[in-house]
């Protein structure tokens, strides 16, 4: 298992919104910065969210961060069939003194 | 712009040592604060976390892979390498390497394929 836990799979119809969560802990998302990444089939994965919710540039502001207490969540607004991907959630665990990521959230586009 | 790229054999058999060098280009493995991580990914699974070294030298390590792996740098090449040793199929994996700045990993190699098999 995943120290972080993300949802199997989400799925929403073009043109709509989908949240993604990523729920933790305090020794993880609590108290560290929460990153995002998108990773397209038989690529590698790309940074979409870093500092919890700040956006790389060229990463366009349909796609958002929060995060409140152990949980965070990615947003993606506006959707394509271009969005579907794995999505993962990474941070720095305060006790393990490691990087740990989510299991991985499939977004199908329907 | 930096580009990270991995290399090493795409076979390893069980017991042996794996080893993979991540070549960086566009900018000196020695400008900060960055550190430089390793990353692996078994086929149809999540992320996992390697280990990482900073420009100092100083490492850290997944806990659970701890005991096999040592991350090392070579500023003079521009290099930085993975040795796993006592491979087992459960190592089979596409390895990233990727640059972390510090707080996410904004750079990503294209990853290698190594399979453990006699």
């Known amino acids: 298992q995943s120290v972080l836990t993300q949802p199997p799979s989400v799925s929403a119809a073009p043109g709509q919104k989908v949240t993604i969560s990523c729920s933790g802990s305090?020794?993880?998302?609590?108290?560290?910065?929460v990153s995002w990444y998108r990773q397209l089939p038989g690529t590698a994965p790309k940074l979409l969210i870093y500092?919890?919710?700040k956006r790389p540039s060229g990463i366009p502001d349909r796609f958002s961060g929060s995060k409140s207490a152990t949980s965070a969540t990615l947003g993606i607004t506006g959707l394509q069939t271009g969005d579907e991907a794995d999505y993962y959630c990474?941070?720095?665990?305060?006790?393990?003194?490691?990087?740990?990521f989510g299991g991985g959230t499939e977004l199908t586009v329907l | 712009q930096v580009q990270l790229q991995e290399s090493g054999p795409g076979l390893v058999k069980p017991s042996q040592t794996l080893s993979l060098t991540c070549t960086v280009s566009?900018?000196?493995?020695?400008?900060?604060?960055?550190?430089w991580s390793w990353i692996r990914q078994p086929a149809g699974k999540g992320l996992e976390w390697i280990g990482r070294?900073?420009?100092?030298?100083?490492?850290n390590y997944n806990p659970s892979l701890k005991t096999r792996v040592t991350i090392s740098v070579d500023t003079s090449k521009n290099q930085f390498s993975l040795n796993l040793s006592s491979v087992t199929a459960a190592d089979t994996a596409v390895y990233y390497c990727?640059?972390?700045?510090?707080?996410?990993?904004?750079?990503w190699g294209q990853g290698t394929m190594v399979t453990v098999s006699s």
């Open positions: 500092e919890n919710n």
């Open positions: 990727a640059r972390e700045d510090p707080h996410a990993f904004d750079i």
């Open positions: 566009g900018a000196s493995i020695s400008s900060g604060p960055y550190y």
């Open positions: 990474g941070t720095w665990d305060s006790s393990l003194s490691a990087r740990v």
């Open positions: 305090s020794s993880n998302i609590e108290n560290n910065y």
């Open positions: 070294i900073y420009t100092s030298g100083s490492t």
